[in-house]
């Protein structure tokens, strides 16, 4: 007989370090924005996986060429190329500015090559000094200690210390700050185009600009995280477009394998001679299983016209949102670029909000920044999922605008 949730999180709080803290319930099954628990209870996704479910659960595509290819070819290791990780090199250097691919295997592993990849590219070229990064407040770039020494969010850092030095923080948009904090010792700048993690913070595209300006006269690198907006989900292929700015090298992850683990970095051909031979190495990155997934991904994209959808529906969730941030006090603002989106909550417990949209409202979505509500659903979301969103989420904020409401605290997603 097929176990309960009550039985299968028994076993999970059993077996399982508690560092997630998840609901007590366990889910099997998903298709398209639905995902279900092993007791047949539906929950409408726009949690998307943190961001990651590009083309939907269970998309026949891509589970059909994921099993082609586990049943061809599923593992090489770095010491040969495979024809999957070639094709998907090829595709991502066509679609993007960029010229050359190396693999990992998450987004903190594509930003741990690109800090190697700053250092080791000035030492290339004579400025072995040339070893600080400059990050944003407020960042976040991953868990492994590179990347989570550039996140700049003093509470993930507690009790890791000593990270790995040589990170400076500066408030995300302020130019002056930048300014002050790039010099002759930087190596390079790594900013998100749309601050994920940090609560969905959109810099002005200004911004931007001024800031790869800035890199240029001061010879830094500029890098671009982009795991969460990367791969559709702002409305344009690469977050970067929204702006103009063509950074010397991003990284990616999350959508692009809809769900099986990739990442990447995509670095521009001048900096191609900074991982030289030995210089840097994954057992996995590059596995044909996963470059595999990345070819369906893009397919699909293609096939379903799945960025210009991102777009659209995008517009209709921040236009949804908007309506319902004028209408609601408990919401101070709508925010976010294509389909990352989000409010802000104000004077409710967001855990406590994020948690009733869940258990009452059949709906999941996470909490970004502390207090942001974000919906991140597939980028084939239709018009139909966005407006029963839209409708649950609108009744969560009035419920929780009432005095009564009794909303409890929660602990953290
Ligand atoms: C902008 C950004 N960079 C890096 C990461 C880390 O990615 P991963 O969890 O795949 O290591 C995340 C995860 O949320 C992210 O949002």
Redesign the pocket.
Known sequence: MARTNEELVAMAQHASLPNYRPPPFVLSEGRGCRVSDVEGNEYLDFSGG??VLSVGHAHPKLAEAIGRQAARLMHTSNLFYNDRAIELAAQLVERTAFDRVYFAN??????EALIKLARRWHHEHGRPERVELVAAEK??????MG?LTLTGQPKYHVGMGPLVGGVKHVPFGDLDAMRAAVGDTTAAVML?PV???GGLVVPDPEYLRAVRALCDERGALLFF?????GFGRTGTFMGAEHSGVVPDAC?I??GMGGGF?V?AILVREALADGLPPGAHASTFGGNPLACAAGLAVLSIFDEEGLVENARAMGDRLGAGLEELAAAHGCVSEARGLGLLRGVRLQGVDPLAVYARLRDQHKMLASIAGGDVLRFAPPLNVTAADIDEALERVGALLAEVSQPAAGLGAEVAP
Do not use: L
């Open positions: 943190i961001a998450s987004g903190t592993e594509a930003n960042s976040f770039h991953g868990r492994t990347a998100e601050q994920g993690e995280d982009e795991v969460q907006t990284s992850a999350k683990p990442g």
